[in-house]
T-cell receptor, first 111, second 117 residues
Framework: GESVGLHLPTLSVQEGDNSIINCAYS??????FIWYKQESGKGPQFIID?????DKRQGQRVTVLLNKTVKHLSLQIAATQPGDSAVYFC??????????FGTGTSLTVIP | GAVVSQHPSWVICKSGTSVKIECRSL??????MFWYRQFPKQSLMLMAT?????????EQGVEKDKFLINHASLTLSTLTVTSAHPEDSSFYIC?????????????FGQGTRLTVV
């Protein structure tokens, strides 16, 4: 299998500041990655994706960076808002089929 | 975006009984669906891949006789937790991908909270 989840690391940021959430993936053959947001008691929601032939992709207030050399993904959230408080997971796939999830980070935005 | 629906959202059952969880793709056909389990404050762990019309593929360490998966149609997969015990209490989540290409997002159901007492 892929990376196994451990207890969630946490990140606290002030409202309006930028957030950076990091993820290390395990499979060098993974070629497609997604960041998901999960609120308490709900299923994950898509935020942004990136293919392995890219190193950066921007969305609305979010940017994903991919460093294949060190197998590292990051999610940058600009002007973080209270509604951004949630758990964030990166997910990887190398078959175009199953997704495997990283450890996750719990983000708390302080008003 | 596409919608994946799970039922029930919450279930409490007695130890030793079986529980069935349904996962439906509401606006697309899914030849493949995925079942995950998530313990509190932990990540999603892939349990199995559900294949329409054929046997499910289980991840290493997942008991296929305990977690029965049936994918009888292109819009429905079911996970049955047989002879449930308190250690099976968890959040179970299904997902599906639209068959429109390789690099597409997976859509997730809202999850099912199982509590075995």
């Amino acid at each position: 299998g892929e990376s196994v989840g451990l207890h969630l690391p946490t990140l606290s940021v002030q409202e309006g500041d930028n957030s950076i959430i990091n993820c290390a993936y395990s499979n060098s053959a993974s070629d497609y990655f997604i960041w998901y947001k999960q609120e308490s008691g709900k299923g994950p929601q898509f935020i942004i994706d990136i293919r392995s032939n890219m190193d950066k992709r921007q969305g609305q207030r979010v940017t994903v960076l991919l460093n294949k050399t060190v197998k590292h993904l990051s999610l940058q959230i600009a002007a973080t808002q209270p509604g951004d408080s949630a758990v964030y997971f990166c997910a990887e796939t190398n078959t175009g089929n199953q997704f495997y999830f990283g450890t996750g980070t719990s983000l708390t935005v302080i008003p | 975006g596409a919608v994946v629906s799970q039922h029930p959202s919450w279930v409490i059952c007695k130890s030793g009984t079986s529980v069935k969880i349904e996962c439906r793709s509401l606006d697309f056909q899914a030849t493949t669906m995925f079942w995950y389990r998530q313990f509190p404050k932990q990540s999603l762990m892939l349990m199995a891949t559900s294949n329409e019309g054929s046997k499910a593929t289980y991840e290493q360490g997942v008991e296929k006789d305990k977690f029965l998966i049936n994918h009888a149609s292109l819009t429905l997969s079911t996970l049955t937790v047989t002879s449930a015990h308190p250690e099976d209490s968890s959040f179970y989540i299904c997902s599906a991908r639209q068959p429109s290409g390789r690099d597409t997002e997976a859509f997730f159901g809202q999850g099912t909270r199982l509590t075995v007492v």
